[in-house]
């Protein structure tokens, strides 16, 4: 797990004052490991450390003030887990934010308590991570914590913020390694509360944005438009792209493979947008299409992960 100081920033722009709880130790049988996280605020929580009574527990403090606690979760809160685990808990506001220490691609700051400029085992750190050591494993170093800063991996840009779009965005928002970017033709098009972590993006003709994807990018087009939908994937087609979905039957994708090819593009190419898109044995509801569509994007990346560990 790792910083992600984007929602972080986010969450204390809407909300002010944000704790976040990081699990910055383990010891034995635990529900989550070391770096995972939730943000708190007055009425709100988002991201999870597990457990249950563990989290409810946690969100409690949280909201009572910053520190360390350790917390046994079987003879503490009645958990089944048998081991334990060591919280941080910190507050932020924008004030908090500056002051953290920011470097080749980690976030370090002293523990509650602590003060005085960052140790030397901490800078020493820090330099081999610029000389191309590492990684370095969430944790504490004399009395500061050091944690990997969230740099996504992978970018799903997301075209269409109907019913299915935003039953996607709602899914793939909070996992991990995406990056969302979503888009449509006018701001009345998204809901008024956007997901965290997902960035709207807004084009009177979202065609013309996909030349500014990454070339690994995955593209999903799902908007309202049988025309818009054919140009999306014309221009995606005409690039470099990781992946690519399309909303539709069978007959839509028929239709769509041959004024492809009129266009130019050749049946290799086109047969790399899938169609339909998810799993079609769930049904057709919104909710059903975004959670086959999440599984098979999430099982596709851990297949490549794994074929480019072997």
Request: aromatic letters at 6%.
């Amino acid at each position: 797990m790792s910083f992600d100081l984007d929602t972080l920033r986010a969450a204390v722009a809407r909300h002010g004052r944000v704790a976040r709880v990081v699990v910055m130790g383990t010891e034995g049988s635990v529900p989550r490991e070391t770096g995972a996280a939730m943000l708190v605020w007055d009425g709100g929580q988002s991201g999870t450390i597990g457990g249950g009574t563990l989290e409810l527990e946690a969100a409690r403090r949280a909201r009572l003030g910053a520190g360390i606690t350790r917390v046994p979760l079987g003879p503490g809160i009645g958990q089944c887990c048998g081991g334990a685990v060591r919280l941080l808990t910190e507050h932020y506001d924008a004030a908090a934010l500056d002051a953290l220490l920011v470097e080749v691609g980690y976030v370090a700051r002293p523990l509650p308590g602590v003060t005085g400029p960052a140790p030397l085992t901490l800078r020493r750190t820090l330099a081999g991570l610029r000389g191309g050591t590492g990684p370095v494993a969430p944790g504490e170093i004399d009395g500061w914590m050091i944690e990997p800063l969230f740099q996504p991996a992978r970018a799903l840009w997301l075209y269409g913020a109907g019913h299915v779009g935003r039953a996607i965005a709602a899914v793939m928002a909070p996992l991990p390694d995406w990056r969302v970017t979503w888009i449509d033709s006018a701001t009345g098009r998204f809901p008024d509360d956007v997901v965290p972590g997902v960035e709207p993006l807004i084009a009177a003709n979202p065609a013309d944005v996909v030349r500014h994807a990454p070339d690994d990018a995955h593209h999903l087009i799902v908007t309202y438009s049988h025309a818009l939908d054919l140009e999306l994937c014309h221009q995606v087609l005409s690039r470099r792209f990781g992946w690519a979905g399309l909303i539709g039957s069978a007959t839509k994708w028929a239709r769509f493979r041959s004024r492809l090819g009129a266009l130019g593009h050749p049946a290799e190419h086109v047969a790399r947008i899938t169609c339909p898109i998810g799993d079609p044995g769930l049904g057709k509801h919104p909710q059903a299409i975004a959670l086959g569509v999440a599984v098979q994007l999430v099982q596709m990346a851990q297949t490549r992960q794994e074929a480019r560990s072997a």
